[in-house]
């Protein structure tokens, strides 16, 4: 434990599934981004840090050091942890929660002292025009920086979860099989959030690009607070057992195929979407339901071509994108249909103009949609992956005017790994951040 522990956890886009997902008899399509955050855990180098004392600290940004005690007491079968921040500022509640719930799952005696790093790739935030740094550092507090979509917090606790599980249990400890890095990030998050969304989030950024099905709620609304006595218990029991259930089969994207999201800033959003779409569904009858289905059906259809793409080299390439370019039609115009039903706007006009515009006019764009909960922030491609149409995308995008804005494509593609241990001697080139934390 002495030495230092790195992990990564990388962003999401849910091309398919956005809605309908929260429902556990439907699928999400999620594709993982070559976009990750990184969680750098080491020992103190400070003499005077008594036992117990982590601080987190995100140096990209303005006043992001977050300092926290951490003490234990013996309760049945386990520990009752206490995290406390020390330290002035703004609290950082997904940090908070992710201490308070990984260490009452280990359930050890006080930490060493420990220093936690946070490095972010720099397609989570929006930054200044090219070239720029990795890691770029930003001249403001975490809370000014305009976010790109990709799922932060979700990668964060993933990966603050997985360096903390990794780093402070004993190297003579049995290997923990994932199911329990994936449970505890999602109880974490949905803790943090104040919201059991569907979680295909935290399944991305644990397992990769997959195929979801979420895990029933109650799992997690079972767990009680962590001042409750029985919290730590109930927790591990929770975390330990298979979510059986849910679902995240790996998929990836063939390798023709490539994958392009845009960051649509125009600066308005549209919040309550979520609660807007459930209530009609509640309340909107047999076609609100057929609608839901139909939906539902179309990502399938999608989810099977692409499969079936994997499965089978014989297909001609003209074929295959264009049945994944139907099957992408199909879900927008259910998509579009259904937030008409439901009185809000998942693929706007002005990004149904964008959408259509790319597919007919660049060559080699197989289709686009507004991932997730749709709205006016973001866009995602599929293209065929050959020469010169990634290229011609990317210019396509940033030629386009929205109103009051400009679209902007991010530097990542699909990846299909989800959570990783990272080598330490990677970060040599951003040294500066580790300076008087640590030896790289
Ligand atoms: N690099 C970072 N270091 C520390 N905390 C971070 C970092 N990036 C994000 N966070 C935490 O995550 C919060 C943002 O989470 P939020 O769920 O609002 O965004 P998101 O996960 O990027 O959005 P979306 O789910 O729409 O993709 C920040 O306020 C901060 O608490
Ligand atoms: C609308 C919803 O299905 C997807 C939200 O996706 P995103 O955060 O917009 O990427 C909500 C959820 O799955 O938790």
Redesign the pocket.
Known sequence: MSKSTAVSAPG???LA???T??DPSCR?LVFALSARIHCVATPSNDPSATPGKITVRSPQFQDAVWEYQVSTSDEDGGKAVSVVQTNDGDPNPFVLTTLKYTLSYLSLPVPPPTTLTILADNPYYSQPPPPIPRFNSLPFPIKSAYKT?L?SSAALVTSLTSSILLHFLPTSSPKLPPHIFHNLAQASHCAAQGKV?????VAAATYGSCIYRRFPPEILTAIPDPADPTFSNILRETVDKPWTSMESTPITLPSQIGLIMGDVQCGSSTPG??KTVLSWRKSGGEDAETTWKALNSRNEDLISTIKDIINSNTQEPSTTTDTIKQRITAIREMVRELGSKASVEIEPESQTKLLDAAADQVDGVIGGVV???GGFDAVCFLYERKEGVEQNLREFLGNWKVENGVVKALELGQEGEGVRVEKVEGYRDVKAYFEGIAEL
């Open positions: 999401k886009v849910l599934g956005g809605y997902v929260l999400g979509g799922g969304g569907s979680g295909f989030d979407m979520v991932p997730g909960a």
